[in-house]
């Protein structure tokens, strides 16, 4: 009984608004504080900060604990990544940093602290887990970008190699001479030099920024849309919010509306045909 009144009140600990707040601006606050000893400081002042970085980290732990009961007690908690990512960091952030040979680990991981607002706040997570699963789909977008910039390089260094040598002389220089095109880094320049020679080379530069910088471009951003409102709807369903679970309520209720009715044509059924004899 009183292991359940504790899960209960570690629930809603970890569920309150005000405590979220909290985490959020320690994490916060413990960024900033990395920040500072980047600085020459005074030692007293030093140690005050290093102080109140090992509160922050007891902080962090209680924090998990809460979060591990709540789940009761089950390692359900860790099959979810970010719940394994959060503890990784704050074990580690436990080791002693003093004297020690992991001094400099230590100390990065601290920094990397910074990342626990993504575990904290959903917003952030639904951002990493969409594209997270945007890139198998945008690696293939950037496998047919590579093979234009293949295609537009090997032409280039043909066309162009005995004006600039520099920039066209072969088919690697000319990829990286491309890409400063597609990225409009001065690219008028090279394509005014070598339209002194071909007037009409101006179609080679617009058509390529025209597949890459528009069309390819859209396709990744039109990706990461599509799986950022994918994350939003299953996010929605999780936590029984939004139109999408609105949605699947009805089609739940419809579904044991026409069940029930089912029954009750067949129970009509059967006492008509018993009627009958």
Do not use: C
């Not at 900033?32 to 732990?61: E, N």
């Not at 940093?97 to 607002?117: P, T, Y």
């Amino acid at each position: 009984m009183l292991i359940t009144q504790l899960k209960e009140s570690l629930n809603r600990l970890n569920n309150n608004r005000i405590f979220q707040f909290i985490i959020i601006s320690v994490i916060i606050f413990s960024a900033l504080m990395i920040g500072v000893k980047t600085y020459d400081i005074d030692p007293d002042y030093l140690k005050i900060i290093t102080f109140i970085d090992i509160a922050i980290t007891y902080l962090f732990l209680f924090e998990i604990i809460v979060r591990f009961i709540a789940e009761g007690h089950s390692f359900t908690f860790f099959k979810k990544a970010w719940n394994v990512f959060d503890t990784l960091i704050v074990a580690v952030s436990l080791i002693p940093i003093d004297d020690s040979e992991a001094v400099l680990l230590a100390r990065l991981v601290r920094i990397f602290r910074v990342l626990r607002l993504i575990s904290i706040v959903p917003e952030l997570r639904i951002l990493i887990s969409a594209l997270i699963k945007a890139l198998p789909p945008m690696g293939y977008v950037l496998l047919l970008m590579f093979i234009i910039f293949y295609i537009y390089a090997a032409a280039g260094s043909m066309l162009f190699g005995e004006i600039n040598e520099v920039l066209w002389g072969d088919i690697l220089v000319a990829m990286l001479t491309l890409f400063r095109v597609v990225t409009f880094e001065d690219w008028t320049d090279v394509m005014y030099e070598t339209m002194k020679v071909y007037p009409l080379s101006w179609t080679f530069y617009l058509s390529f920024i025209f597949l890459n910088a528009f069309v390819f471009l859209n396709m990744m951003i039109g990706i990461v849309i599509d799986r950022m409102q994918r994350e939003h709807e299953a996010y929605d369903l999780e936590n029984d919010e939004g139109e999408v679970s609105a949605i699947k309520h009805i089609h739940e209720d419809t579904k044991a509306i026409l069940e029930r009715m089912e029954k009750l044509e067949k129970q009509l059924t059967q006492s008509l045909s018993q009627q009958g004899k």
